[in-house]
């Protein structure tokens, strides 16, 4: 298939990538470097597609592309919010030259090191021989996405151990503070496009969950993909965004993590390895596990964009009996309680930071 | 036959996709660049569909490349009215 046309394609997208990654460093505004750095990432994802690696593609697209531009656009938002309040610019001082050059030369001992490594992994055969054990032991792993086997089955554990890095952000992101008030109500073109949307969105998650075991997809696509249906509805105005309240919150947090160490530990105890299925169970149980897994990861973007704690989870822990009930409705009218100045004060202390 | 109309159609969508580009990048305001982007959106999309779809000949296919055209549909049309409606109420101050 390598005509001189998609040759010429392939060209074309280097250029893209590069002129966009370049654009997007070099613009002033804040807000059109996000704009074109979620550019940069569907045009990412397309190279991912040309690369024929499906599975990353679909994960760069929803979580590079989509779910992280909404969360850096979400930031630029509240920092203008903040500086319009308080007048400290200092910090925001362009870095002296040689901060710059420092910067600039580091970045390229990285870039460097990289590409040496990947011209090294074109000479050696242990991509070759990884490639093949991984299809030699596809047939026990339980599915049949190449993709899903390895971060499933083969190389569980990573997986395990990203999802409690995952859970510990969450633990970070709550020591925030309260969540930033939501948004006011976007308009009826905006809402009924949410109302389309959402629904469209929750089963498309489900699908990319269950055709994970034999094609592109699985939890991670899954879970960002249901973030974005509540990203949609904060969006859209909604002050009910899907997250459960209080200890079932804290529950889906968990359950990736807990799921994939019930089924470690109880294997351990039937006397196998630890997460090493056996052949006949493997399909069920990473459809347990990535059904789990998909709750926690959605849950942890969800949390991330609100940047806090939510307010139903503050009220039950009965740390903010100030909030009155009505509040959790509109949190549009929040910004005048003790909430609204936690969240500014955090993020002056992020400014003085940056 | 239906390859010549598949590719008519393709190199037409791609014609309203060539007029939407030179607008954004011409036309004098906000408001009129948004018009020259959603027609690229609606109409050039659309007949991409129409072609690629009368290629593929596979119902299945034919359904995801629909239901593609309309998500675009939709949210074009609703992002085009939330970017239009932010600046007119910046321009009135509101």
């Known amino acids: 298939m390598n005509t001189p046309s998609l040759l010429a394609f392939d060209g074309l997208l280097l250029i893209s990538i590069v002129s966009l990654a370049w654009a997007a460093l070099a613009t002033r505004d804040a807000r059109r470097s996000v704009i074109l750095f979620m550019a940069f990432g569907l045009v990412l994802a397309l190279a991912w597609g040309r690369l024929l690696a499906p599975d990353v593609a679909l994960a760069e697209a929803a979580i590079g592309a989509g779910l992280s531009g909404a969360l850096l656009l979400a930031a630029v938002g509240g920092q203008q919010g903040a500086r319009s309040g308080s007048a400290q610019n200092a910090g925001h001082a362009d870095p002296q030259p040689a901060v710059r050059w420092a910067v600039t030369l580091l970045c390229a001992g990285v870039a460097g090191i990289l590409g040496w490594a990947l011209l090294e992994s074109f000479d050696s055969s242990a991509r070759d021989t990884l490639a093949q054990a991984v299809a030699a032991n596809l047939a026990s792993s339980g599915v049949s996405n190449p993709v899903t086997a390895v971060l499933l089955n083969f190389r569980a554990y990573d997986t395990l151990l990203e999802l409690a890095v995952l859970l510990t952000a969450v633990l970070g992101i709550f020591a925030l503070g309260q969540a930033r008030p939501g948004y006011r109500f976007a308009g009826p073109v905006f809402d009924s496009l949410a109302r389309w949307l959402v629904p469209l969105l929750i089963l498309t998650a489900g699908h990319l969950l269950w055709v994970g075991a034999h094609a592109p997809g699985g939890a991670f696509q899954a879970g960002a993909t249901l973030a974005a249906a509540a990203v949609v509805l904060r969006l859209a105005g909604h002050s009910h965004i899907g997250l459960p309240a209080g200890s079932v919150l804290r529950l889906v947090m968990v359950a990736g993590v807990a799921v994939f160490l019930l089924v470690g530990v109880t294997l351990l105890a039937l006397g196998r390895p630890f997460l090493g299925y056996p052949p006949a169970w493997a399909g069920t149980l990473i459809l347990v596990i990535e059904s789990a897994a998909m709750l926690s990861i959605a849950a942890t973007l969800v949390l991330a964009f609100l940047g806090g704690r939510p307010q139903a989870l503050w009220q039950a822990t009965g740390a903010a009996e100030s909030v009155p009930p009505a509040a959790t409705a509109t949190p549009a009218a929040l910004p005048e309680d003790s909430s609204g100045a936690a969240t500014h004060g955090v993020c002056k202390e992020e400014q003085s930071r940056c | ?94």
């Open chain 2, 1 to 94: 036959m239906i390859d010549a109309v598949s590719a008519g159609l393709i190199v037409l969508g791609l014609g309203f996709y060539l007029a939407g580009s030179i607008g954004l990048l011409r036309l004098p305001d906000l408001y009129s660049r948004l018009h020259a982007l959603t027609k690229a959106d609606n109409l050039g999309l659309g007949l991409l569909t129409a072609g690629l779809a009368l290629h593929s000949q596979e119902l299945f296919t034919i359904a995801k490349l629909l239901l593609i055209w309309l998500a675009v549909l939709a949210a074009g049309a609703a992002s085009a009215h939330l970017i239009a409606r932010h600046a007119r109420r910046q321009e009135t101050g509101r």
